[in-house]
């Protein structure tokens, strides 16, 4: 179980509106699982393939109280949002796509299914991660969700197993995403980066060297997980699979070993692999996503070897291709990102990349302690000030601090 700690203090503003809804017993606990960014390796968690995410300093909470019933009745500080509920006992699918309801439901459906719990929870949502900006805000939800119903019914899930299932849960709201989102929320050591692995999920802490810093943009175009963002973002885990097929019928692969990117690039090597594909997959979208898949993950390995030396450079240099990867192989940055990118790296960032899903989102920037300040203020004049950004800059620009795995805490 993620840990459970206390001497939470809760903010005055949270006391007031979680007893204004729910009235005053005794102190409500809080669930609070972190947004993240991700270092490098986009788009090859689907594939099985290792990522390099940070557990950022800001989170989702979900400031709760055992209910009476099996009854889950959910308000969320900002009112833009409404209050949903939902019984345990009956729940249906009568969510609409998108909405941040269909991810209460999809948390609880599978804690249900799985353990069986019957308790309910009277719940207020807060938030300072920015929404639909690639930062994993709804993976973040998700977690928090599934602490909260966890805790008041008394179940021990270790870390692992509840990446696994709530990576499962999230599928069922229709986004065909890999498992690093929840693994890193759940899993993520405060000062690290973290090292996820799949089959099986394996995480290593990999410590940040000192100095270095990384700027969060938002591109200011929201990176949706509905609609026609959620179809483009499903069809890159189907078309890296036909590649994967496809190639492999072109090399004498041995045909009784499961087919996996990993297992293809273990046994060929990046370099072979891409001249080989070229002649197997002539169809361009195939050949293109399979080149963005074996070489985001080399790029992983480097950044990772970068890493461990201190190498800023070479971080950022494969920061830089794979921001171009993502951007001509898998079609999906968007200009604004580019632009974001580009400012950046003329700023002085030892390197930029979009992070997450892409579509719109946040970009981030690899920075030294001495270049980070300019590189804020380029992103300043040069992107926001000329949208007419200034008040609330900070939603929109931060320098992200490393933050602490997911865990529930009582409250004072
Ligand atoms: P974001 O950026 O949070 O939408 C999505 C997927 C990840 C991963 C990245 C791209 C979900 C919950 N998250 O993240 O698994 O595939 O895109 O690397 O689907």
Not at 117 to 141: E, T
Not at 203 to 217: I, K, M
């Amino acid at each position: 179980m993620a840990a459970v700690g206390a001497g939470h203090r809760l903010t005055d503003d949270a006391r007031l509106a979680f007893e204004s809804r729910f009235g005053e017993a005794e102190p409500p606990r809080v669930a609070r699982a972190p947004g993240r960014i991700n270092l490098i390796g986009d788009h090859i968690d689907y594939c099985g393939l290792p990522v390099l995410p940070l557990a950022i300093d800001r989170a989702v909470r979900v400031t709760f109280r055992r209910a009476k019933s099996s009854r889950c009745r959910f308000t969320n500080v900002d009112p833009a949002f409404g209050g949903r509920e939902f019984d345990l006992s009956e729940l249906d699918d009568a969510t609409e796509p998108g909405d941040w309801g269909t991810y209460l439901v999809a948390a609880a459906r599978k804690l249900v299914d799985r353990h069986g719990l019957s308790v309910g929870i009277d719940a207020l949502v807060s938030s300072d991660l920015p929404v639909a900006a690639g930062l994993s805000s709804s993976s973040a939800l998700v977690i928090a969700a599934a602490l909260a119903l966890i805790d008041v019914n008394g179940l021990d899930v270790p870390p692992p197993d509840l990446a696994e299932a709530m990576a499962a849960a999230e599928r069922h709201t229709g986004t065909r995403g890999g498992g690093m989102d929840q693994a890193v929320s759940l899993m993520a050591e405060e000062g690290h980066a973290c090292l996820i692995e799949f089959s099986p999920l394996a995480v290593r802490s990999v410590p940040l060297p000192p100095g270095w810093r990384f700027v969060v943009a938002d591109s200011l175009v929201p990176a949706e997980k509905s609609g026609a963002a959620q179809a483009a973002y499903n069809s890159g885990p189907v078309v890296a699979r036909e590649a994967l097929v496809a190639i492999a019928e072109g090399l004498d692969f041995d045909g009784s070993a499961e087919l996996t990117y990993l297992g293809l690039i273990s046994e060929y090597g990046v370099a072979e692999l891409l001249s080989r594909a070229r002649a197997a997959a002539p169809d361009d979208p195939h050949f293109r996503r399979f080149r963005h898949v074996v070489t985001e993950a080399d790029r992983v390995r480097l950044a990772l070897a970068a890493m461990g030396q201190g190498d800023i450079e070479s971080f950022g240099t494969a920061m830089n291709a794979s921001h171009e990867s993502l951007r001509d192989d898998c079609g999906v940055s968007c200009p604004e990102l580019d632009e974001i990118v580009g400012v950046a790296r003329a700023a002085g960032a030892a390197g930029a990349r979009l992070t997450g899903a892409g579509f719109g989102g946040c970009a981030i920037a690899l920075c030294t302690a001495e270049s980070a300040p300019l590189v804020l203020e380029a992103l300043e004049a040069g992107f926001y000030a000329r949208r007419g950004i200034g008040a609330k800059l900070d939603d929109h620009l931060f320098l992200a601090d490393s933050g602490p795995a997911a865990s529930v805490v009582a409250t004072s």
